[in-house]
Each structure stands twice: as structure tokens, then as C-alpha cells.
Nanobody
């Protein structure tokens, strides 16, 4: 089992920045990839960004956040980060951290993950 705890959400004005963190515990030696998803009210959960957890740190991003968001990892702390910049009101959502214990080429699908955090709210005001 892997447990995930997100932090760092909050209220920010458009154009501002936030950094989300996700700390993993439990069987972290089994991790292959980690990612971030988000869900706004009335919409489906969507992929935001992902990073490989082992020798490769290949990243992938939702097109609309590329250049504004950066995903990174700290294996020593078993933590993945999502640095969000130039935030827009349409980035408002509940952001979820997810962990995968198997290989995927992009980790861009919910089906790639077996563990999920509870979510942290990000609200961007205009």
C-alpha cells in the first residue's frame, strides 16, 4: 500500500503562483510514476502532469498548462511537487496526487494509477 497526502492548495489571484506537494508513504519502493490530476465542479477529472519515479524523470503535461506548470520529484523525501505559475481562473479545481506501481509510457491516464490522495483545493480569483 502507498499513502498520499497533498498540501499547498489555497486561494490565489490570477497571474499568481502556488506549489503543491504530495508526500508518499508506505511501499514507496514500488513506485514507478507519480502524477497530478484535477477536477473542477461539474467536469470529469483530467490529467495535469506526471513524472517517472525511477531512473528516468520523464515528464508529461496537459497542453494547457505546459510552460506554466512544472512537476518535479524528490525521491529522498518521497515527494512530488507541482509548481504552478501564471495561474488562471480556469485552473480552479480540486487537485489530486496519484501514484503508480507499474510502468506507463506517459502516465497520462487515470488507468495508469493505483493510489490516489484526498485532493487539495486550488482557487484562482480573477
Amino acid at each position: 500500500q502507498v499513502q498520499l497526502v497533498e498540501s499547498g492548495g489555497g486561494l490565489v489571484q490570477a497571474g499568481g503562483s502556488l506549489r503543491l506537494s504530495c508526500a508518499a508513504s508506505g511501499r514507496t519502493s514500488s513506485l514507478y510514476g507519480m502524477g497530478w490530476f484535477r477536477q473542477a465542479p461539474g467536469t470529469d477529472r483530467e490529467f495535469v502532469a506526471a513524472v517517472g519515479w525511477r531512473s528516468t524523470s520523464t515528464t508529461s503535461y496537459l497542453r494547457s498548462v505546459k510552460g506554466r506548470f512544472t512537476i518535479s520529484r524528490d525521491n529522498a523525501k518521497n515527494t512530488v511537487y507541482l509548481q504552478m505559475g501564471s495561474l488562471k481562473p480556469e485552473d480552479t479545481a480540486l487537485y489530486y496526487c496519484a501514484a503508480s506501481t507499474y510502468y506507463s509510457r506517459t502516465y497520462a491516464s487515470e488507468r495508469d494509477y493505483d493510489y490516489w490522495g484526498q485532493g487539495t483545493q486550488v482557487t484562482v480569483s480573477s
